[in-house]
């Protein structure tokens, strides 16, 4: 993504010329913007003043070949070879600042020189995961993420990984990107005794709004789910499944925050139970949550 908030991928099938795209981040909607030369890229990043790294990528039989370092124009198409970074098996680029790293399958977390494009492996002594691809990306902290089946912290420092959560994918990220969130994200979240009286509370809704507060059975597979057309928020992606149920509607007072009386977890939830809300004057969501009693 680069500093006016627009986002480019690349596709191409195998053995083939990529080509890039202009990704609409919230529909997902992708726009061809030219096609390049190139059989394969294993990861794209802008730099300063928005200039357009990326790397190429390596099918068999030249899997062990080092990987190149390259910008492209977008407005023009043309491409600048920067020099052989030295590693093999990378994909996956992210500044920070105005550091360039990389994600190396044979040796972990790579930091590159764009002026001469020498990659160099941050921590020679640690492998992280041995995945088929890599995706990671900054967040606008500094913190390193990276995403295979499930989802990592990086150390820049060290390269060693510490474990966050599992995604809800079972496939591996191509790709990921950070964006950022709103300053005060839409929230959801319980108290009480799980199996007696309850109570629901939010905070970040907009002020004086009704939001929306659906329900699921737990367990299996859950959502998301894009709200049916005539209903509020049409469109709008939840996650929880096609038959969630409405629990209740609650106004927002003039800080965004609301709270329900106490009371049990709905009739026929089997002992688990997933909630979510929806700010109906922005179609905002809010975390799922997850009850279990």
């Not at 070949?65 to 680029?93: A, C, F, K, N, V």
Request: with cysteine; charged share 15%.
């Amino acid at each position: 993504m680069n500093s006016q908030g627009k986002m480019y991928g690349a596709y191409g099938r195998y053995f083939a010329p990529y080509a890039i795209y202009e990704i609409d981040p919230n529909t997902g909607q992708a726009t061809f913007v030219l096609q390049t030369s190139f059989i394969g890229i294993g990861g794209m990043a802008f730099g300063p003043g928005d200039e357009l790294y990326l790397i190429n990528a390596r099918d068999a039989p030249f899997i062990f070949s080092p990987i190149e370092l390259h910008t492209l124009d977008l407005s023009t198409g043309l491409t600048t070879y920067l020099g052989d970074t030295g590693i093999i098996r990378m994909q996956g680029l992210d500044f920070r600042d105005n550091e360039l790293f990389g994600y190396s399958q044979e040796v972990g977390l790579v930091l590159i020189d764009v002026n001469t494009a020498q990659g160099v492996d941050v921590n020679p002594s640690f492998l992280g995961p041995d995945t088929l691809t890599s995706s990671f990306c900054f967040n606008s902290n500094g913190a390193l993420y990276y995403v295979d089946t499930f989802l990592w912290m990086i150390d820049v420092q060290t390269g060693v990984f510490s474990f966050v959560n599992p995604t809800s994918s079972p496939s591996l990220w191509s790709e990921v990107e950070f964006i950022e969130g709103p300053t005060n994200p839409l929230a959801l979240w319980v108290g009480g005794v799980t199996d007696g009286p309850m109570t629901i509370h939010l905070s970040g809704a907009e002020p004086s709004s009704n939001v929306v507060v659906a329900w699921e059975r737990g367990g299996g597979a859950s959502g998301p789910t894009a709200i049916p057309a005539g209903l509020p928020c049409a469109g709008t992606l939840i996650d929880l499944k096609s038959g969630m149920q409405l629990l209740t509607v609650l106004n927002a007072n003039n800080d965004g925050e609301a709270s329900t009386p106490p009371q049990f977890v709905p009739a026929g939830a089997r002992r688990t139970v997933r909630m979510q809300a929806i700010d109906l004057s922005n179609c905002e969501t809010s975390n799922r949550i997850l009850i279990s009693y």
